[in-house]
């Protein structure tokens, strides 16, 4: 679905190469995290996946990436869009209307998206991100966390193949980041909806993302599912990237002679490694 081959960017006017060399595959239906310190380069990937570089934001760029059968360097902005959905981390240059349900509208209507099936997408929309209340309000006047999820109820509301999102929860509350990461999953699962999300709140990435893309200096450190991934705890934290509490302490456990130091991505799962070790211990 997706394939990344040495690709090596540098913004024009700058020496300094933002990405190096990258290589990544991702398949269609993947849900793949992408993490790292700041500077790391991960909002200039996701505009080289959206085809955002080349084509707006110049520079040398060398390798070659592949989205839905086409490479970004060879079709138009328009034509990627068709597959591939964003919701930027700055969300202000995002929005183009004044009114919640006009930002809604204007990409249904750009995307030649049937007119009577239209009012439906715009009424499941805003219900799936629980902002219905705010569709005859001014976009100016909402709050940040407000403003992304209308970004996000806009792109969803277009049922892109691939759904590209930089930090989409940077301005929300633990809560509705969470009813966020449900809804992608949601859609991750039933429309089959390849999701690419740069997020720093790891433990969402561990409940939800299937792969996890780990950046650093431009280059990707890490990459394969989260499990195998978060077997490098301690690299992580060196380069700032805390695991989760939930993570290391099967290896704490394992250190004392509790267990196999198995690792557990969230509670479900340390719950049931848990009953298993109380299960050997009654053996
Ligand atoms: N439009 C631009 N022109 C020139 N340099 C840029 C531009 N955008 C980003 N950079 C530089 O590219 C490097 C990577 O930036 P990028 O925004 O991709 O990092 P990031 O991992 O998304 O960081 P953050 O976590 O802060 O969002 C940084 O050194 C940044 O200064
Ligand atoms: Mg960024």
């Given at each position: 679905?997706?394939?990344?081959?040495e690709?090596t960017?540098s913004y024009?006017?700058?020496?300094k190469?933002?990405?190096?060399?990258?290589?990544?595959?991702?398949?269609e239906?993947?849900?793949?995290?992408?993490?790292?310190?700041?500077?790391?380069?991960?909002?200039?990937?996701?505009?080289?996946?959206?085809?955002?570089i080349?084509?707006?934001y110049?520079?040398?760029y060398?390798?070659?990436v592949?989205v839905d059968?086409k490479?970004?360097?060879?079709?138009?902005?328009?034509?990627?869009?068709v597959?591939?959905?964003?919701?930027?981390?700055?969300?202000?240059?995002?929005?183009?209307a004044?009114?919640?349900?006009?930002?809604l509208?204007?990409?249904?209507?750009?995307?030649?998206v049937?007119?009577?099936?239209?009012p439906?997408?715009?009424?499941?929309?805003?219900?799936?991100?629980?902002?219905?209340?705010?569709k005859d309000?001014?976009?100016?006047?909402?709050?940040?966390?407000?403003?992304?999820?209308?970004?996000?109820?806009a792109?969803?509301?277009?049922?892109?193949?691939?759904?590209?999102?930089?930090?989409?929860t940077?301005?929300l509350?633990?809560?509705?980041s969470?009813?966020?990461?449900?809804?992608?999953?949601?859609?991750?699962?039933?429309?089959?909806?390849?999701?690419?999300?740069?997020e720093?709140?790891?433990?969402?990435?561990?409940?939800?993302?299937?792969?996890l893309?780990?950046?650093?200096?431009?280059?990707?450190?890490?990459?394969?599912?989260?499990?195998t991934?978060?077997?490098?705890?301690?690299e992580?934290e060196e380069?700032?990237?805390?695991?989760?509490?939930?993570?290391?302490?099967s290896?704490?456990?394992?250190e004392?002679?509790?267990?196999?130091?198995r690792?557990?991505?969230n509670m479900?799962?340390?719950?049931?490694?848990?009953?298993?070790?109380?299960?050997?211990?009654a053996?």
């Open positions: 679905m997706i394939s990344v081959k690709l960017f024009e006017g700058y020496e190469k933002v990405l190096k060399d990258i290589s990544l595959e991702i398949p239906g993947g849900f793949v995290g992408i993490i790292g310190p700041s500077g790391a380069g991960k909002s200039t990937l996701t505009y080289a996946l959206n085809g955002t080349p084509h707006h110049k520079g040398e060398y390798g070659h592949v059968g490479d970004t360097f060879d079709v138009s902005l328009t034509d990627l869009a597959s591939v959905g964003t919701v930027l981390q700055d969300i202000d240059s995002q929005m183009v004044s009114i919640v349900e006009d930002e509208l204007y990409g249904l209507e750009n995307f030649g049937p007119k009577e099936e239209i439906a997408r715009v009424e499941e929309a805003l219900k799936l991100i629980g902002i219905r209340d705010l309000r001014k976009i100016a006047g909402l709050s940040g966390g407000q403003k992304q999820k209308v970004a996000i109820a792109i969803l509301a277009l049922r892109p193949k691939v759904l590209i999102l930089d930090e989409p940077g301005e509350d633990p809560q509705s969470y009813q966020i990461f449900k809804l992608l999953r949601r859609f991750n699962r039933e429309y089959g909806m390849t999701i690419i999300v740069v720093q709140k790891i433990m969402l990435l561990c409940e939800f993302a299937k792969e893309v780990v950046m650093e200096k431009g280059t990707i450190r890490y990459q394969g599912p989260v499990r991934v978060l077997e490098h705890a301690q992580l380069i700032g990237i805390n695991c989760p509490r939930i993570v290391t302490l290896d704490a456990l394992a004392e002679g509790i267990g196999s130091g690792i557990c991505l479900d799962e340390m719950e049931s490694y848990i009953q298993e070790l109380r299960n050997e211990a053996l």
